[in-house]
C-alpha cells in the first residue's frame, strides 16, 4: 500500500493506492471523523458489483448508508442531477451529520464533488474511484462539475475531498477499452513530467495490459504523485502549474465534443489530442521526428486510436474554439520540447492546428 | 466617502460606504480588472428605479451590460432561479469576460453570488447592496445561498465579492418597513460588540429615523467595520467568531418561518429573537432587567415588533427544531452578558425557551 499526500494546508489530504484498500474505509473514516451517515453516490453497475460490500463495510464500522444510482453516462452530469440529489441528502441529513461517498468513474466523482460542495455551503465528502481514468486523474485535486448545454462543466467547483481511496482490485471488473482509456491519462503523465514513467510504460506494456497487481500499482503510484505535486502548488489552476494537465486535451476534448461523446471516449479522444500537440510540437521544431514517432508508438501500443474516424475536420474546429480554455479568441496549447518537458505557446496560427488535425484523420472519414 | 476593509489575504476586499458612490462604479472596476461583460441580477423594482442610470455608467466606463430581472421574494432563491441564470449567463459569456453584479437586497445578494461561485468554478463579482438590511449585513462576508423546499440557504457557498459599494442614496426610496428591518441589524451590531454604537442609537434615534446622511453613514460605517472584522477572522464562520452573529437568529429564523416568511419580514423576526434571546440571558442571570428593559425600549423606539402575533408558540418551537444550526438535537444560543457582551451557551432547557417565546405572544395570539 502506498500513500500520496496531497498538500493544501487544512485542505491537505491522502491518496491511499493498493489491492483491497476498500477492506479498510471504516477505519480511515473514522479517523477523519467525517459524520455518522454516509450517502452513497455511484451508477448502476459499479451499485450491482460492489455495493453489497461497501454497505457491509460501512455499515459494520457504524455508518449508516443510502445509495444513490445515476446513469453512468455523460449526460447525468447535469443541473437537473444535482438537483434533486442536493433535495435528496436534505431529506436524509435528519441528524445533520451526513457525507458523501463518491464510488464510480468520473461522472461520479464530478457530480458528487460539486453537489457537495454547495450542500449547506459544503459538507466533507471522499472519493472511491472505480475506473483507471477517475483514479490517476480525476478524483484528485478537487475539480467537481456539471455541464450545461453550452459546455462541459461550466457549472462546479474547487473543492477538495477529505480522502482519495484508490481499489487496484476494483479494476478488474472494467473492460479492456476502458482500462486503455485510463492509460491514455498514465501515457500523459509519462509525456508531460516523467521521462522514467514513459520508458516504463514502454518496456513493460505487456504486464500493465495483462493488469499485473504490481505494475498497475506503480503507474497509478506515480501518475497520483504527478497530479498530487501540480495540484499542491496550483489548487485553483490560476499559477499556471496544472495548466500542463492539459496537454492533449484542447483538442482532445474537440474531438470528444464533436463525436457527441459517443464516438470516443475521454481517453481515446485525448490520445488523439496528444497526438496532435505533439505533431504540433514537431511541426515547431520544439521536438524532432524520432520523439514524435516514439509517442506514437507507445500510443499504438496500447490499443489507442491514433486515427480520427467518422468526425469531420470543420466539426472539430468549430467544437476547438467552444472550448473554455480558449481565452477570447486566443488559443493556447500545452506542447512538449522533450518527452517530460512541456511549453505552454500561444496564438499558433489556425492552419498548423488545421494540418495537424488533418494529418490525422483517417482515409475513410468525411473532410 | 469611507472604505472598510474585509481581510481575507488574496480574496481580500474594500467596502465602499458613500453618498452617489454609484457613480464611481466605473472607477472602481476598471481598477479591479474584473472583466469586460457586466450581467447586473436585479429585481424589478430596483431595475426599474435605478436600471437606466446603471446602464449608463456602467456602458460609459466601456461595459456591455445585460440585465437579468427577478421577483425580490424569498421564492426567487430557488435551484430552479440559479439553473435560469447560469444558462442564460453561458449564452451572453461569448467573450468568456464575464463578471456579475448584485443589485438589489439580499435576496439578489445572495442568489447573485451563488450563482457568480458556480459559474465555471467562479467567475467575480460585486455587491451593490440596495436595502439598509443588505449594505449592513448580507453583502458582506461571501455567504452565498439558495433555498431548499426543506429549508433556507440549504445550498450555497462561501465566495467574497470583488467590492461592496454602499451608495446611501439608494436608501431613500424604501419605504419605512424596510428601514427598520435594517436596522434591526444595526441594534444587533451595537448588543453583540458595540455599547457605544448602542447608546448613539439610543440618542440619535429622531435623526437616524429621519434619514439623515450623517447619521446613516455613521451607523452603517460602525456595522460594516463589525462585520467585516469578525469574517476576516472566520471567513467560513467554522472558528466561533462569526457565530455571534447569530444573535436573535435562532428563535427569529422560526419566528419567520412559523410566518412563511410574509407575517414578518426578516429584521422584524430578528427584532423579536433578540428580545427573546435577551429574555432567556435575564433568566439565567446573565444580565439584569434595567439591561434587558434598554434593549427593548431601542427596538420601540425603531419601531421594531416587541410581540408576536399571529403565530403559536408550537409553530415557533417546530420551526426553531428545524434550524440548520442545530446540530442533532442540542441547541446553541448566542447570549450576553452585557451591552455590547455575548456568551455562547448549549442545552437550554426547552421550558425555558418556551417561557421566553410565550412571553412575547400577544394576548391575541393563539397558543
Sequence with gaps: MHTVKVNLNKRSYKVIIGFNTINLLGQFLNKLNIGFDAYVITDYAIKNKYGKILDKILRQSGFTVKFKNIPDRENSKSLEMSFSILKDIAHYDFRRRIFIIAFGGGVVGDLAGFVASVYKRGIPYIQIPTTLLAQVDSSIGGKTGVDLPEGKNLVGSFYQPRIVLIDIKLLYSLNQRQIRSGLAEVIKYGIIKDKGLFSYLETKNRDILALDEKFLENIIKRS????????????????????????????????????????????????????????????????????????????????????????????????????????????????????????????????????????????????
Tied chains: 1, 2.
Design 224 to 367: 497520483t504523485q504527478i497530479k498530487a505535486s501540480l495540484v499542491s502548488i496550483d489548487e485553483r489552476d490560476n499559477k499556471g502549474f496544472r495548466t500542463i494537465l492539459n496537454f492533449g486535451h484542447t483538442v482532445g476534448h474537440a474531438i470528444e465534443a464533436a463525436g457527441n461523446y459517443r464516438i470516443y471516449n475521454h481517453g481515446e479522444a485525448i490520445a488523439l489530442g496528444m497526438l496532435i500537440a505533439s505533431d504540433i510540437s514537431r511541426r515547431l521544431r520544439l521536438i524532432n521526428h524520432a520523439t514524435f514517432e516514439r509517442i506514437e508508438k507507445l500510443i499504438r501500443i496500447f490499443g489507442l486510436p491514433v486515427k480520427i474516424e467518422s468526425i469531420s475536420l470543420s466539426d472539430i474546429i468549430n467544437a476547438h474554439y467552444r472550448d473554455k480554455k480558449f481565452i477570447g479568441k486566443i488559443n493556447r496549447f500545452v506542447l512538449i520540447a522533450d518527452i517530460g518537458k512541456t511549453k505552454i505557446v500561444d496564438n499558433i496560427p489556425l492552419d498548423i492546428i488545421k494540418e495537424s488535425v488533418k494529418n490525422r484523420l483517417s482515409n475513410i472519414t468525411p473532410t
